[in-house]
T-cell receptor, first 113, second 111 residues
Framework: DAGITQSPRHKVTETGTPVTLRCHQT?????MYWYRQDPGHGLRLIHY???????DKGEVSDGYSVSRSKTEDFLLTLESATSSQTSVYFC????????????FGPGTRLTVL | AQSVTQLDSHVSVSEGTPVLLRCNYS??????LFWYVQHPNKGLQLLLK??????LVKGINGFEAEFKKSETSFHLTKPSAHMSDAAEYFC?????????FGTGTRLKVLA
């Protein structure tokens, strides 16, 4: 457990509206990740960050943007939500250096109507 | 490139019988490999990890996995299933500081 919280935990929104999900960690981990989980696909990486203001794309980044202005917070934004973005979103952190174990937050269930 | 294949999307066992969840990986270098478990409507919990030390890795709740380089496999086993083991299990291979997930195996335990 790396002291990871996600907010909100549940959200229902309408197509075309912007949505921001927040991931907050208390362990000063360098790396942070956003995944989406869909049946039959496992978890797929959306974006990740390797430091403040340093981010990169994952395998399913289209339609998503991220920001990291502080070590402890990593925001995921859906600029204009679509029904295909209905999913469960997980945040994860990794300390880096000598460890390669990721720790996961509790998830956010997003429904786009 | 790294990839991981979980050979069974669903596995059913009777309580008290052995569990085998299969995972094959592809990696261009010596990988780190993980198994995570996800109980219904919960987050992911680390079961065990392999990082090039002992090839037989013991995890929590009686699970273990064996790294077999010649077979590129990292199968998860448990001698005796318990009802509380019913969950989805994910095999993961690392790629730098990124994880590549398998598609998951849903384990059902029958009374």
């Amino acid at each position: 457990d790396a002291g990871i919280t996600q907010s909100p935990r549940h959200k229902v929104t309408e197509t075309g509206t912007p949505v921001t999900l927040r991931c907050h960690q208390t362990e000063n981990h360098r790396y942070m990740y956003w995944y989406r989980q869909d049946p039959g696909h496992g978890l797929r990486l959306i974006h990740y960050s390797y430091g403040v203001k340093d981010t990169d794309k994952g395998e399913v980044s289209d339609g998503y943007s991220v920001s990291r202005s502080k070590t402890e917070d990593f925001l995921l934004t859906l600029e204009s939500a679509t029904s295909s973005q209905t999913s469960v979103y997980f945040c994860a952190t990794l300390q880096g250096a000598s460890t390669d174990t990721q720790y996961f937050g509790p998830g956010t269930r997003l429904t786009v109507l | 490139a790294q990839s991981v294949t979980q050979l069974d999307s669903h596995v059913s066992v009777s309580e008290g019988t052995p569990v085998l969840l299969r995972c094959n990986y592809s990696s261009s270098y010596s990988p780190s490999l993980f198994w995570y478990v996800q109980h219904p409507n919960k987050g992911l919990q680390l079961l065990l990890k392999y990082t090039s030390a002992a090839t037989l890795v013991k995890g929590i709740n009686g699970f273990e996995a064996e790294f077999k380089k010649s077979e590129t496999s990292f199968h998860l086993t448990k001698p005796s299933a318990h009802m509380s083991d019913a969950a989805e299990y994910f095999c993961v291979v690392t790629w730098g500081y990124k994880y590549i997930f398998g598609t998951g195996t849903r384990l059902k335990v029958l009374a």
